[in-house]
């Protein structure tokens, strides 16, 4: 959200004060540099920047090797290549060294933001499904003296702490106080054994990883303990080697869960957002065209190709068509002069004037009438300045 830091090196001072500006506006805190040198400094320094927005060709340091160092000293760091001397050789360095995004000059200032909105976002991503570093919670359940061999001697010689239950009951007690990552579980124990404790385990929690060790193993208890939900079934003596592997492969699928679950439910917000901003475009929509159907004007718009995209009531009221049987046609089908503002040379007209006043047109009606209108139009233009078509309207 607006607030990030973002540090700007450009040796062209045009360009600091166009983004420090536009990105001042959208709420950011902006500091601009133009010697390529004393910005990497800064960096180095370790301030606390978010985004680094940077130039390619500089004097003293040029972009990559910002790049290069920036990632090095700050990995999270969101970095922006902007450039007016693209090359595929450059794309695919800022690519190798993790850059955000490669902008070309002359810069657009929506691209600028939306590309660091986006930025923004994958981090904020990355870091809800990053793979924490602490080891895993893990619960050692047996009524034996192997429990404290292997609490004490096998994970502890690894890094991990285990903690101890003597039996299902207090391995349940546990638990419920507190959350553990991995369960190992002897099968055989007075009380609860080992399959009701992991049917009771996987009731509180479905995540949690039921290692069973069992001394007197068998098919049908193998057969049983997968089938409730075991993440792995091992023969006692306990080898090390084994149950460290076990516990890495299996911390490993419980962490690709939990981030399947964060992945899940960020795509459902979004989904749950699109709806939401889908439905107010159309609602948005639905003003417009009710507007427009009340306005006793003639209204047309066209699209590129000089084709019908929209008429409103009184256009079809004067012309006597349905609306189906013009949306689509050429917009020559319903003038009789064949030189109108909607295309060809009045259109360049159109365009470079911004609009048009009072310019005669004659309709023909279904049944053949001529109507003579006197038009104002304008162009419709995308964030890009592109034609994409032209609104008319006409009175008699």
């Not at 004037?353 to 005669?360: D, Q, R």
């Amino acid at each position: 959200m607006p607030g990030e830091r973002i540090l700007v090196i450009d040796d062209e001072e045009i360009i600091c004060n166009l983004l420090k500006d536009t990105l001042t506006d959208e709420g950011y805190q902006v500091e601009t540099v133009t010697d390529s040198k004393e910005g990497i400094e800064k960096i180095l320094r370790g301030e606390p920047f978010d985004i680094l927005i940077t130039d390619i060709r500089m004097p003293k340091k040029d972009g990559m090797q910002i790049l290069k160092e920036a990632k090095s000293r700050m990995p999270d760091m969101i970095v922006i290549i902007i450039t007016g001397y693209p090359s595929i050789e450059t794309i695919r360095e800022a690519s190798e060294y993790n850059a955000f995004d490669y902008i070309t000059k002359p810069l657009d200032p929506d691209e600028v933001n939306d590309c660091i909105k986006r930025s923004l976002e994958a981090r904020k991503l990355s870091r809800e499904l990053k793979i924490p570093e602490k080891p895993p919670k893990i619960l050692v359940v047996d009524d034996m003296q192997s429990a404290l061999f292997l609490a004490e001697g096998v994970l502890e010689d690894e890094g991990y702490h285990a903690e101890i239950a003597q039996n299902g009951q207090e391995a349940i007690e546990r638990f419920k106080q507190k959350h553990f990552d991995i369960v190992i579980a002897d099968l055989h124990m007075p009380g609860m054994d080992g399959i009701e404790l992991l049917n009771n385990i996987k009731k509180l929690d479905i995540k949690t990883l039921v290692i069973i060790m069992t001394a007197r193993p068998s098919i049908e208890s193998a057969i049983q303990a997968f089938r409730h939900g075991a993440y792995d079934y091992i023969t006692k003596p306990i080898d090390p080697d084994t149950i460290i592997n076990t516990i890495q492969r299996g911390f490993e699928k419980h962490q690709l869960e939990i981030n399947t679950d964060k992945l899940l439910k960020r795509l459902q917000d979004l989904r749950q957002q699109m709806m939401e901003e889908n439905a107010s475009l159309i609602k948005e929509k639905d003003f417009v065209n009710n507007l427009i159907d009340v306005v006793p004007d003639v209204i047309v718009t066209t699209d590129e190709h000089a084709n019908i995209h929209t008429m409103n009531n009184a256009t079809v009221k004067l012309l006597g068509y349905k609306k189906e049987e013009l949306l689509g046609k050429p917009v020559d089908s319903i003038f009789e002069e064949k030189k109108n503002f909607f295309k060809g040379v009045d259109f360049e007209k159109l365009l470079k004037e911004g609009a048009v006043y009072n310019y005669p047109l004659t309709c023909i009606t279904n049944k053949g009438n001529k109507i003579k209108i006197v038009w104002s139009g304008a162009p419709i233009l995308d964030k890009e300045k592109v034609a994409k078509g032209v609104v008319g309207i006409g009175r008699k």
